[in-house]
């Protein structure tokens, strides 16, 4: 909690919505000692696989917050996808490899380029997680109005019916598509609901197929249909599209429609369904927010930015504005100046603005079909497992910060520049020989200083000392230099990736992006940066 003069704040910042978003951004404040609270409308935590899809540079901000174990017990099991025409006829039969998503693993992209998990087993990680820093959600507590001044934010909520108010620093609205946060804050949503495309997801047993593959049938008329199993969740996965009533309406989610548009597609099996955990009925939207802030007041994920699920990037989307969000909010609050929190947008907003662009391609393109009857997505999903989209980089490991103001190239001799994501590479510990990623270095919510080359590292200034760790990274040990802090990259895979072939500085930020390259021998401008940022 923290005290004013002139106010007593309830917390720091107040997170509506309590999805991966949220979450995410809870943990990334309360592991850097900022009050938070979380408060979401529902009375009970969803179930369902709903988002499931998670990228590797989302797995990557998992392993930073030192959830990816917990969370690799969930992932489900890489199973064959077979594609079947609207004759009912096996086209393909498509392995899935390891590495989907991506060529293949390798040193530097240690993580497959998608996984599935189900969205309700990652939102337990994360809540015992957040827990582990004595934080929890809190059910049942709808926003229903905020006002705002130059200190602080009050929001109107409703608790279990009864009315109260939060006085927080700052506001972060995680509350999806349908956002309160964003709707009270005045934020524009443009874009386009296309009334003609219904998609029903949901999760449910199903009675007369096996459970060792996925399922998928493709009709010249209707589409594209999906029915996985979900062995991990104890469940089944199914899509497909929807035609519009008379109306022109949807038709209510029910297990009798969902029966009904199965059997009545051609060429499939006799199937039952039935136990259903959720059913839903989703309209295609394509919107974005113009802007991610409006004074202190922000928003994330999908309250602001929605598209179709093509590519499963919308969650990870989501997770990824959180992580940008959280350590710069941190910041401010210990003292940064404001400006810094100006970045989230401009850093944020151009990468929303491309997945709504490739994710609305991908999906128009996996609708169309052959002359034959055959999908598009069939071709489609092909590309994408094996790392070949032609619209986007579903790892999303590409995703950069070229040109942000917190981008700063000082040299031209790295192959990596500022704002590229920083590489993983295995290394050894040149104290006691052991193997250390430099993942493991980069873990925690410090800057990184990697110096690549024979060379001593400076005295970090008392003012940056629990800002900042760095690391001399050599091809090869010296007993000239300091053990403690030397990584041995024998088999350059640190030099390779990050493109080193003189001595270089390059500094990570605690969100996994290079914030600055520079000549060996330039700490100044390292300790410049943090001056900048932090006004230490």
Known sequence: MTNTPNNIFDTDVLIVGAGPVGLTLAIELARRGIACRVIDQLATYPIGTRARGVSARTQEIFDNLSIIEDLQSYIEPRLPWRFYDGAGRLVQELEVPVSFGADHLTPDRPYPGNVLIAQQHTEAVLRKHLSSYGQHVELDCTLTNFWQDAEQVVAEVVRAGLKEEIRARYLVGCDGGNSAVRKCAGIAFAGETRDKRFTMFGNLDVEGLEPTCFYSWSDSQKGFMALNPMPLSNTWFFSAPLQPDEHGEAPVASMETFQNIFDTWPGTPRVKFSNPLYLSIYRLNIRMVDRYRSGRVFVA???????????????????????????????????????????????????????????????????????????????????????????????????????????????????????????????????????????????GTHFTLLAFGNQHLPKIPAAYQDLLQAYTVTRAASPALDTAHLLLDSEEQAYQAYGITTDALILVRPDGYIGLTAAGTAYQAIFDYLHEISAR
Not at 356 to 384: F, P, Q, Y
Not at 419 to 443: H, I, K, Y
């Open 301 to 443: 994920g999908d309250a602001a930015h929605v598209h179709p699920p093509a590519g499963g990037q919308g969650m990870n989307t989501g997770i990824q504005d959180a992580h940008n969000l959280g350590w710069k909010l941190a910041y401010v609050l210990q003292g940064a100046p404001e400006a810094l929190l100006e970045t989230y947008q401009a850093e944020r907003l151009p990468i929303a603005q491309e997945v709504l662009a490739t994710s609305t391609s991908r999906i128009l393109s996996w609708t169309e079909t052959d002359a034959n009857g055959t999908s598009a997505g069939v071709e489609g999903i092909t590309k994408m497992i094996h790392g070949k989209d032609p619209f986007s980089d579903t790892t999303q490991l590409s995703v950069n910060y070229r040109g942000s103001s917190l981008a700063r190239d000082l040299t031209t001799s790295t192959g990596i520049r500022a704002g590229d994501r920083a590489p993983d590479a295995l290394c050894q510990s040149a104290q006691n020989r052991e193997q250390v990623r430099l993942f493991d270095v980069f873990r």
